[in-house]
């Protein structure tokens, strides 16, 4: 039976104190929910993920460049991952950890609208939009571009619009019965990657890029979610902030040491 709540998946390598940090607040926002913590053959995160109760799985394969994928063997160890995660996920959502990622306080069940809920997708859209004039109605987020990667889309999803724009980076909210459903078609998803590749200018995988593709390709939605934003566009309402490199190569203080074998 599916939860209410927002699991989390989270992909770690060898930033500990960033590791350590995100894990702990998510855990006070979340302190119950599953938390998947996948090490990328980084360091040994056993003990932390024990103290804040993960599902842990150490890998001794390793991303190149990890959330840009520049191999499609990359994408499917990334898709692999992220499927068998979902498989232990009981919550309707899943949140995307990173080590740039601080979660503040809970979401708001009630705004999670659609399969993906990214940061301020295209930007609040009309004027009685919250943090409007904060945004000054500019636009954030990427699209996907050129007639032949939309029509591909419209195949799957027949009401896709062209110009729309796509999420999936830190803070972004996934549901996860979409998303399981829509990664049990191997030769489908492989064929939409092939396809991307094929047809993105811009020859990088990206995971958000791969996941909204999958999203779209499958007639799922994506939407903005106002309660999360990039630190450059910072406004104190945020409850998770993306992008934000605080805790990124800060030593580990003496009393968090025990938590990571380096």
């Not at 842990?56 to 460049?65: D, L, R």
């Not at 896709?160 to 990664?183: E, I, P, Q, R």
């Not at 190569?249 to 938590?259: M, N, Q, R, S």
């Amino acid at each position: 039976m599916v939860k209410p709540g927002i699991a989390a998946y989270y992909q770690c390598y060898k930033d500990p104190y960033a590791t350590i940090q995100s894990v702990r607040h998510y855990r006070k926002s979340y302190p119950d929910n599953t938390l998947y913590l996948l090490s990328d053959n980084g360091y040994d995160y056993s003990t932390l993920a024990k103290e804040y109760n993960c599902i842990y799985e150490h890998s001794t394969v390793v991303h190149g460049g990890y959330p840009s994928l520049t191999r499609v063997e990359d994408v499917e160890l990334f898709i692999t991952r992220f499927k068998k995660a979902l498989d232990y996920i009981e919550e309707e959502w899943v949140m995307l950890l990173e080590d740039d990622v601080k979660v503040f306080s809970p979401y708001d069940l009630n705004l999670l609208k659609n399969d993906m809920n990214g940061i301020n997708i295209g930007g609040p859209q009309h004027k009685s939009d919250l943090f409007y004039h904060f945004y000054n109605n500019k636009k954030s987020g990427n699209r996907f571009c050129g007639k032949v990667l939309n029509d591909f889309i419209r195949e799957f999803n027949p009401l896709h619009l062209d110009d729309l724009h796509y999420s999936g980076w830190g803070g972004t909210v996934l549901n996860v019965s979409f998303f399981k459903n829509a990664l049990t078609d191997h030769s489908k998803i492989y064929r939409s990657i092939k396809f991307l590749w094929e047809n993105e200018s811009i020859k990088l995988y990206v995971t958000d890029l791969i996941l909204s593709f999958i999203c779209f390709s499958n007639g799922g939605t994506i939407g903005p979610l106002i309660e999360t934003c990039e630190k450059a566009l910072h406004f104190f309402q945020a409850k998770v902030v993306n992008f934000d490199k605080s805790w990124c190569g800060v030593p580990i203080p003496p009393e968090d040491a025990h938590l990571v074998k380096l």
